[in-house]
């Protein structure tokens, strides 16, 4: 019976006009742009298939870097019948037709690599019902995901497929590709040199768009070159890849809070603009940013935490785009505030000792004694009052009975901290006296 998920394009359809992207497609893998890294001789793909034994894969990178074309040609250069489906568009019992197609494809002789888009968009039980025929060899199994498969793919997959990353186009590669396109249009593109570099730029690392750029530019009617302006004015910006609940998201306000901490206000700025560009919710940047001031710079300057709320505040009151100002003028003041993290890591350690001695009592002299009763217990016997000592500090231990003094805050000579670590040398030295 045929195959429903392998079938070629009916002959019927052969004379249609087909799309760039689609003629241009790859033939061999030496023929695909980019991606050495994998495909090269040294690369996971270029050894595997060297020594003829290619395993499950899981191919991870943006759209219109070649995960669906490298997943064909590895079924053409090592003879498995290819079938492609769609996380998006299969169920169950679309499952079960193609695994019970590639368990008749075996019997006869012939392994299949199945393709599976969008693989993350599976829920566990449907991930799960691939194990079995990867491991009996019924399928060799090749996901594609825009997604970070440590975060979107089971374990017992993964562990059973080596993952790939794939990388965005250079502009070096994107220029290549132009080139291939030129020479199956006949003709170069009517653009200027600074035009053809936004041109590439419009893409943004994505082959398959830019490929549909050239072909909408290569259609127009122009009587000369057009320079950038023109090219902008034909042509509409591809919006930023950018996925408010994804992995982008988490790289991007990790390059931004990399950045404050730094002390790059120019890379800070950008990353900031690149999460606003993207539709970022600004309330949650003010909430980032907020956590930086205390988290990165906290005592050696005190004022960075009002700055942030003050601007959050700003923004609450104003709105976009106006209170985006606010917020991107705390960015620079976060980026060129002095840091430290003394506090932060005094914290962890006092909650680290807090969670080893959390059943000791405070020592008796520091507790109060409202009854008879208590005093009797000798609850508040020896309590030195601190404001009657000498220099209004009387160096008493408030650390529990029998517990090793511990020393969690150590600030920094950056900032207003250094003037906190000079009362704290100051306090050290007159506790060593008074004891």
Not at 144 to 171: G, I, Y
Not at 197 to 222: C, H, I, P, S
Not at 228 to 248: H, N
Request: charge should be negative.
């Amino acid at each position: 019976m045929a195959d429903l998920f392998d079938q070629a394009p009916e002959a019927a359809h052969s004379s249609a006009p087909r799309p760039l992207a689609d003629r241009l497609r790859p033939t061999k893998l030496a023929q695909v742009i980019g991606q050495e890294q994998i495909l090269g001789p040294e690369g996971p793909l270029g050894v595997m298939l060297a020594s003829g034994s290619l395993s499950s894969l899981i191919l991870w990178g943006p759209p219109g870097v070649g995960k669906t074309t490298i997943a064909r040609l590895l079924a053409d250069e090592t003879d498995l019948a290819f079938v492609q489906i769609s996380a998006i568009f299969t169920g169950v019992p679309e499952l079960r037709k193609v695994f019970e197609a590639a368990r008749m494809r075996r019997a006869n002789g012939q392994g299949t690599l199945l393709f599976v888009d969008e693989i993350h968009r599976f829920n566990k039980a449907q991930q799960d019902s691939f194990l079995p025929h990867m491991e009996d060899g019924t399928i060799l199994l090749v996901g594609a995901t825009t997604e970070n498969p440590s975060f979107e793919l089971n374990a017992a997959l993964l562990s059973r497929a080596q993952v790939l990353v794939l990388e965005r186009l250079t502009l070096a590669h994107l220029e290549r590709l132009a080139q291939r396109a030129e020479q199956e249009l006949g003709r170069p593109l009517p653009l200027t040199g600074p035009a053809r570099e936004a041109l590439l730029e419009m893409a943004d690392g994505d082959g398959r768009a830019l490929l549909n750029l050239v072909e909408q530019v290569a259609a127009w009617k122009v009587a000369e070159t057009l320079g950038p302006e023109a090219l902008a004015a034909r042509l509409m910006k591809r919006a930023a890849k950018y996925d408010k609940s994804g992995d982008e998201h988490y790289n991007l306000i990790s390059a931004l809070h990399k950045s404050v901490r730094g002390s790059d206000p120019d890379a800070a700025l950008y990353w900031f603009s690149r999460m606003l560009e993207g539709g970022e919710d600004p309330r949650y940047l003010a909430r980032r940013l907020t956590r930086m001031a205390v988290e990165d710079i906290a005592l050696a300057d005190p004022q960075a935490q009002t700055i942030c709320l003050h601007a959050w505040e700003t923004y609450e009151r104003l709105g976009s785009p106006e209170g985006d100002l606010a917020l991107a003028q705390a960015v620079i003041y976060l980026a060129l505030a002095p840091k430290s993290n003394a506090g932060y890591l005094a914290y962890k350690s006092a909650r680290a000792a807090a969670k080893k001695t959390g059943s000791e009592p405070p020592p008796k002299h520091i507790l109060n004694a409202p009854t008879a009763l208590m005093r009797e217990q000798g609850y508040g016997e020896g309590y030195a009052y601190d404001h009657d000592a000498e220099d209004a500090f009387s160096g008493q231990d408030y650390f529990p009975d029998g517990m090793r003094r511990g020393v969690y805050y150590l600030p920094v000579e950056r900032g207003f901290e250094r003037e906190l670590k000079r009362r704290v040398d100051y306090f050290a030295k007159l506790r060593a006296r008074r004891t």
